[in-house]
């Protein structure tokens, strides 16, 4: 059937032509390959490809076709989003979660018992229902063991246990009665460190010998101090740190385990952004590479072979960006993935001696680059006159001037966007909209400063910097005022919903993706397990337990704003969400029901904090982007098959029927 479109968008002015309208399925469908991993020993890759619909672990020997490839597990009821090798090669390690809900198990299952047409059993090593399994450290002295964190004992702290992998047994070490939040062992699988967060949000770094403790460090609830991994010989420590009231930038350091003294080491050569990051090479115990990242990534090599080998790559890259990634155990065979702004990914097989490079897979063969649109970075005065990073995309064939435009405000919000493919930006751009990307304060890695820029500021200055980055485009005459629309997820859904509540006149509708709208309600349900965050979210969103915080949260919640919003909304939630409880897209529905205001609801029954099942995430974009379509006069697919008419209905809630 030929893909048909609603059109509403003048071409006057404009000379280009528009691109054809790509199916959402090429965006948003699970690809049939993703996720590669070489085994240790380099003799196979596994990957992720849907089984009778849900994504599952693939096997198939290096230098076969993946059309060879056989399926080494069979979920059918939730996704396998990540999983991993055991060092030694003879297990294939994964974790699972009941409908969204984030309680955690880890199975396992031997790679070495499965071929082409027959599965090998998953075993379920932790077996605990209701808890989150943590993983803290494969060991590589005896590489049957890890060391794992379970928190059925007290929910909120999880103790520390190893973990025998070929049999399961699992060995309570320590028992979590004073607050740790994590572990640190050294190349050896010594246990050396422990991180211990304190009431008060101070966070504490601990020596752990045997018995006896000594505390080394200690810094605020505004400060980072992150341990990273031992040097070579397991005498220093390396950590990236912010700690000092006189630094902004996090920089690199090397620490003394006995006496906490910190040494320095790097930081951005540019004095711009935040220690953005490191490739290791665990055969050599070294650093192979430090990154940052303004606009674009820096790279600053530190191993001469591997940055001969990186820039020989890059060479043939051009202008994308290169992720070197999975290698094998001596780390003479890598994955290598090129993407850039409008490229998913193409993966390769790297020799290390010689730097070829032998095509693996495409993420999304079907996307053609010259169909997709172009992000490039600018940047603008919020409210404050603070300048805001962020990724502008213009629809390529749309023209240049008054186009509809998308704001899509990152979740988080302690995260950042970065330049790259975004299938959410590609695909709204291929519907003629403009999207917007910023990097708003309290976004991470631009320093502390512009991180606590944003404390205490949802629906205010952390809001301006949407709405000024609006007035900017609408002042060049790139966006049409009467067409704008913002979408986000988790705390882009919150900021969607402010954006209606607080700037009625602003914008001409409106979609949250498992965003809160009570930020009360918010912080007094978040999981047992983020009890360790509590003081921080009390002192970078507000305290509710004070007259003033309570005030203030009230106040910036989009929920006791409802009667203000003028323009459409469509809310987006998964039932399980244990972060953004179901209630918080509940209570904005019922309050706008009750001043007899509509609102398009979808609720799936078995997600949680975004949607893993691809039947749930089709559903959601066929109704997003023909929401999109009639509110902003943008183009969307009309085609629509009976299962997924079939889904949209299952997954529609009646508003009239709501209760909390």
Known sequence: MAHTYWMGVSMAGSGDIQPPLIHRDDFFEDPDISGAQLSPDGKYISFLRP???????????????????????????????????????????????????????????SPGQSKKGQVPESKNLTELEGIRVLIYHLCRED????????????????????????????????????????????????????????????TELWKVDGDRQKKLLEWSVLESVNPLFFDSEDCKLYVVSNRGDEVNISALYLMDPDSGEMKFVEKDPDKRVDFGGLKLSEKKKSI????????RTRRYFKDRDFETIYKKVKSEAGD????????????????????????????????????????????????????????????????????????????????KENLPLVVMPHGGPWVRDFWGYDGYTQFLANRGFAVLRPNFRISTGFGKKF?????????????????????????????????????GGSYGGYAALAGLAFTPDLYACGVSFVGPSNLITLLNSIPPYWEAGRKMFHVRMGDPNTEEGKAQLERQSPLHSAHKIKAPLMVVQGQ????????????????????GFPVTYLNAVDEGHGFARPENRMAFIAVLEEFLAKHLKGRYQEERSGPLDEKIRQMTVDIKKLEL
């Open 451 to 487: 991180l606590n820029a944003g404390n205490r500021e949802w629906g205010d200055k952390m809001q301006d910097d949407l709405t000024w980055g609006v007035r900017y485009l609408v002042d060049k005459g790139i966006a049409d005022p009467s067409r704008i629309g913002i979408f």
């Open 288 to 295: 192979l590479c430090t990154a940052y990242t303004y606009d």
């Open 320 to 399: 994308k960006e290169v992720s070197f990634f999975s290698p094998t155990k001596g780390e003479d065979l890598w994955l290598v993935q090129l993407s850039s702004d409008r490229q998913p990914g193409e993966v390769f097989l790297c020799d290390a001696g010689s730097g070829e490079l032998t095509f693996q897979y495409s993420l999304r063969p079907k996307l053609k680059e010259e169909k997709l649109s172009g992000v490039q970075h600018i940047t603008y005065p919020s409210s404050d006159g603070l300048e805001i990073p962020a990724y502008l995309t213009l629809p390529q064939g749309f023209g």
């Open 576 to 595: 399980n969400d244990p972060r953004v409880k179901k209630a918080e897209s509940d209570q904005i529905a019922i309050a706008l029901r009750d001043r």
């Open 51 to 109: 089984y009778n619909g849900t994504r599952n672990i693939y096997l198939k020997k290096i230098d076969q076709p993946f059309s060879d490839a056989w399926p080494v597990t069979i979920q059918d009821k939730r996704p396998i989003g990540g999983y991993f090798w055991s060092r030694d090669g003879k297990y294939l390690l994964y974790v699972i979660d009941n409908g969204g809900d984030e309680n955690f198990n880890i199975y396992a299952l």
């Open 143 to 202: 590489e049957d063991l890890m060391y794992l964190g379970i928190n059925d004992r007290d929910p909120a702290w999880h103790d520390l246990y190893s973990l025998k992998i070929s049999t399961g047994e699992l060995t309570l070490l320590k028992e979590n009665k004073e607050r740790y939040v994590n572990w640190m062992f050294d190349w050896k699988d010594r246990l050396r460190l422990a991180v211990k967060n304190r009431e008060d949000g101070t």
